[in-house]
T-cell receptor, first 113, second 111 residues
C-alpha cells in the first residue's frame, strides 16, 4: 500500500491565483482530513469527510473548498490565494472515527507571494 | 478535549530509554490518551494510545497513572531516527472532527 499520497510537494502561487491540492489514499478508509501547519505551530483542521459525498468544516475552513466524490480522493481547493494561506498542508485518513489512528501524507508546502 | 502539558524539549542518549511525560489533570473518564510524533518535514505519525491500562506495541510503551492525570511514553532503545516532536493528545473516542496537536516535546537523541 502507498498509504496517503499528496501532490504537489511544493508550490508557489501568486496572490489571487487558485489551485487544487490532491490527496489519495489506498487503504479504503472512510474518514479523510485536511490540516494546515504554520511554522512552529501545531496542526489545524481545515475540512474533513466521513465518507464519499459527505464533507464538513473544521477549525479554519475560510478560503478553502473540498469535495469527496470517491472513497480514495479528497482534493482541497484554494480560491483566490492569500499570503495568510502560506503553510504546509497535510492530508490524513482513518478507518473509523475516534479510537483509530490517523495516517498522514507527506505534505504540500505552499507559498503565496 | 482535555488540555495537556508537556516539556518543551528533552535530550536522550542513543540506545537509552526515552521517557516523555505528559500531564492531563482534567481528563475525563471517556477520554483516551494518544501519542503522535512528527519527524522534521514529514507528516505526523501515530505511535500508541490507551484509556487506563498500560499499552505496548512495536514502537513504544504507554504508562498511564492510576488516577489518569498523567502518562509517560517510553521509547525503549532510542535511535537517532527517533529525533522528532512528540505530541500527547487527549480526546474522546467518539469525536470525529479533529486532533488538537498543541506544541509537543522536541526530543533530541544524542549520539
Amino acid at each position: 500500500n502507498a498509504g496517503v499520497t499528496q501532490t504537489p510537494k511544493f508550490r508557489i502561487l501568486k496572490i489571487g491565483q487558485s489551485m487544487t491540492l490532491q490527496c489519495t489514499q489506498d487503504m479504503n478508509h472512510n474518514y479523510m482530513y485536511w490540516y494546515r501547519q504554520d511554522p512552529g505551530m501545531g496542526l489545524k483542521l481545515i475540512y474533513y469527510s466521513v465518507g464519499a459525498g459527505i464533507t464538513d468544516k473544521g477549525e479554519v475552513p475560510n478560503g478553502y473548498n473540498v469535495s469527496r466524490s470517491t472513497t480514495e480522493d479528497f482534493p482541497l481547493r484554494l480560491e483566490l490565494a492569500a499570503p495568510s494561506q502560506t503553510s504546509v498542508y497535510f492530508c490524513a485518513s482513518s478507518y473509523a472515527r475516534g479510537v483509530y489512528e490517523q495516517y498522514f501524507g507527506p505534505g504540500t508546502r505552499l507559498t503565496v507571494t | 478535549d482535555a488540555k495537556t502539558t508537556q516539556p518543551t524539549s528533552m535530550d536522550c542518549a542513543e540506545g537509552r530509554a526515552a521517557n516523555l511525560p505528559c500531564n492531563h489533570s482534567t481528563i475525563s473518564g471517556n477520554e483516551y490518551v494518544y501519542w503522535y510524533r512528527q519527524i522534521h518535514s514529514q507528516g505526523p505519525q501515530y505511535i500508541i494510545h490507551g484509556l487506563k491500562n498500560n499499552e505496548t506495541n512495536e514502537m513504544a510503551s504507554l504508562i498511564i497513572t492510576e488516577d489518569r492525570k498523567s502518562s509517560t511514553l517510553i521509547l525503549p532503545h532510542a535511535t537517532l531516527r527517533d529525533t522528532a516532536v512528540y505530541y500527547c493528545i487527549v480526546r474522546v473516542a467518539s469525536r470525529d472532527d479533529k486532533i488538537i496537536f498543541g506544541k509537543g516535546t522536541r526530543l533530541h537523541i544524542l549520539p
